[in-house]
């Protein structure tokens, strides 16, 4: 399967958990867990404030586990919102939300991997 | 679920005690792990409120803290804390997006000490931690030495009053520098002083208990001698007689 994630960023959040496998496996988990809670907030959002402060939250998990892809549109949307520049706001988080499935495979395959029950959790 | 604290690697003058603020659990989590690691305590708070408030009731040794967070920012944090004299020499570093350097050459304007970026490298907030506790623990070693001085600037003061007491230069004296050096012979020395004055004012009460039987005995030997004494025991002498011979 295509690879979504950088490597390097994820060599370098094992690294941060000092190799603890568990541990690794709990941080990806919250990423799945926080990233739908910053797309929810990100779709609900009524005023640029909020946008811009969704889109930041997302970007920084999005970098963190090297979704580099989604990390720019995040990037982009939440400097518009703080410019005010958030007219086309819908089709862009929908773009996000497009990306954030394929980080979402990326770190499902990723924890599962390192969960020991092979990439796709057998 | 709990997250384990791992073996810890304490650096040089052990972990400190550091303050992670974010509103992302994701960040918080990362931070809590590859500080304990470090042998580092944490405490989590998820925006600039909860961290003041922290701050408040606890004692921290560095804060790490994001920029963009709800309720109170980074921005704000900071300018809280600097703004507090019980908090502004508390080392902060603050966490940046590598977008966000701006932000973070304005916060070091503010007075915070560092900044680490994010996504985060585990070698970069290691060396900017431990660096930042060296050099809390160094300003905090200066305090302690000043405020130390101030006893032994006192103890003179109490000296030339007469109300030195030797037990309270005993912290000072127990260093093992210049300082506690100095503490230890004014202590001493005071105590010696002290001692000679002691032994000065029994030799004087001494002194002056001879004389005032000096000069008992003298008024004595004044009243012995005089004529009104002798007639006085010539008559008691003549009265004992008739005594005697009435039995």
Same mark, same amino acid.
């Given at each position: 399967?295509?690879e979504?994630?950088?490597?390097?960023?994820?060599?370098?959040?094992?690294?941060?958990?000092?190799?603890?496998a568990?541990?690794?496996?709990?941080?990806?988990?919250?990423?799945?867990?926080?990233?739908?809670?910053?797309?929810?907030?990100?779709?609900?959002?009524?005023?640029a404030?909020?946008?811009?402060r969704?889109?930041?939250?997302?970007?920084?998990?999005?970098?963190?586990?090297?979704?580099?892809?989604?990390?720019?549109?995040?990037?982009?949307l939440?400097?518009?919102?703080?410019?005010?520049?958030?007219?086309d706001?819908?089709?862009?988080?929908?773009?996000?939300?497009?990306?954030?499935?394929?980080?979402?495979?990326?770190?499902?395959?990723?924890?599962?991997?390192?969960?020991?029950?092979?990439?796709?959790?057998a | 679920?709990?997250?384990?604290?791992?073996?810890?690697?304490?650096?040089?003058?052990?972990?400190?005690?550091?303050?992670?603020?974010d509103?992302?659990?994701?960040?918080?989590?990362?931070?809590h792990?590859a500080?304990?690691?470090?042998?580092?305590?944490?405490?989590e708070?998820?925006?600039?409120?909860?961290?003041?408030?922290?701050?408040a009731h606890?004692?921290?040794?560095?804060?790490?803290?994001?920029? %963009?967070?709800?309720?109170?920012d980074?921005?704000?944090?900071?300018?809280?804390?600097?703004?507090?004299?019980a908090?502004?020499?508390?080392?902060?570093?603050?966490?940046? =997006?590598?977008?966000?350097?701006d932000?973070?050459?304005?916060?070091?304007?503010? =007075?915070?000490?560092?900044?680490?970026?994010?996504?985060?490298?585990?070698s970069?907030?290691?060396?900017?931690v431990?660096?930042?506790?060296?050099?809390?623990?160094?300003?905090?070693?200066?305090?302690?030495?000043?405020?130390q001085v101030?006893?032994?600037?006192?103890?003179?003061?109490?000296?030339?009053? =007469?109300?030195?007491?030797?037990?309270?230069?005993?912290?000072?004296?127990?260093?093992d520098?210049a300082?506690?050096?100095?503490?230890?012979?004014?202590?001493?020395?005071?105590?010696? %002083?002290?001692?000679?004055?002691?032994?000065?004012?029994?030799?004087?009460?001494?002194?002056?208990?001879?004389?005032?039987?000096?000069?008992?005995?003298r008024r004595?030997?004044?009243?012995?001698?005089s004529?009104?004494?002798?007639?006085?025991?010539?008559?008691?002498?003549?009265?004992?007689?008739?005594?005697?011979?009435?039995?």
């Amino acid at each position: 399967m295509p690879e979504p994630l950088e490597r390097t960023a994820l060599d370098e959040l094992r690294a941060m958990t000092g190799g603890d496998a568990a541990l690794y496996v709990e941080l990806l988990d919250t990423f799945l867990t926080d990233a739908d809670l910053y797309l929810g907030e990100l779709r609900a959002a009524t005023d640029a404030v909020t946008l811009a402060r969704a889109a930041h939250s997302l970007k920084s998990n999005a970098m963190t586990v090297g979704a580099t892809e989604l990390a720019a549109h995040c990037r982009a949307l939440e400097a518009d919102a703080r410019a005010g520049d958030v007219a086309d706001r819908e089709p862009r988080v929908e773009a996000i939300g497009a990306l954030l499935l394929v980080a979402r495979s990326g770190v499902v395959h990723e924890r599962n991997a390192v969960a020991g029950g092979g990439p796709d959790g057998a | 679920m709990r997250l384990p604290v791992v073996a810890p690697m304490a650096p040089d003058g052990g972990g400190g005690r550091v303050l992670v603020v974010d509103d992302g659990e994701m960040n918080r989590r990362v931070l809590h792990a590859a500080l304990a690691r470090e042998g580092h305590e944490t405490q989590e708070a998820a925006n600039g409120r909860e961290a003041l408030e922290l701050l408040a009731h606890e004692s921290f040794d560095v804060v790490l803290l994001d920029l %963009v967070m709800p309720e109170m920012d980074g921005f704000e944090t900071l300018a809280a804390i600097k703004a507090n004299d019980a908090h502004r020499h508390l080392p902060v570093i603050v966490i940046s =997006g590598i977008d966000e350097l701006d932000a973070a050459v304005r916060c070091i304007e503010m =007075g915070a000490t560092d900044y680490l970026p994010k996504p985060f490298n585990a070698s970069l907030l290691r060396a900017r931690v431990n660096a930042s506790l060296a050099g809390k623990r160094l300003r905090d070693l200066e305090l302690e030495y000043l405020e130390q001085v101030q006893h032994v600037i006192a103890a003179a003061g109490a000296l030339e009053a =007469g109300t030195f007491e030797p037990a309270s230069l005993e912290a000072v004296g127990a260093r093992d520098d210049a300082l506690g050096v100095l503490a230890r012979t004014f202590a001493r020395m005071a105590s010696e %002083v002290r001692a000679r004055e002691d032994r000065l004012r029994a030799e004087v009460a001494e002194l002056r208990i001879e004389i005032d039987e000096a000069r008992q005995a003298r008024r004595v030997e004044e009243i012995t001698s005089s004529d009104y004494f002798r007639e006085l025991r010539d008559r008691a002498s003549d009265l004992r007689r008739i005594v005697a011979s009435d039995d």
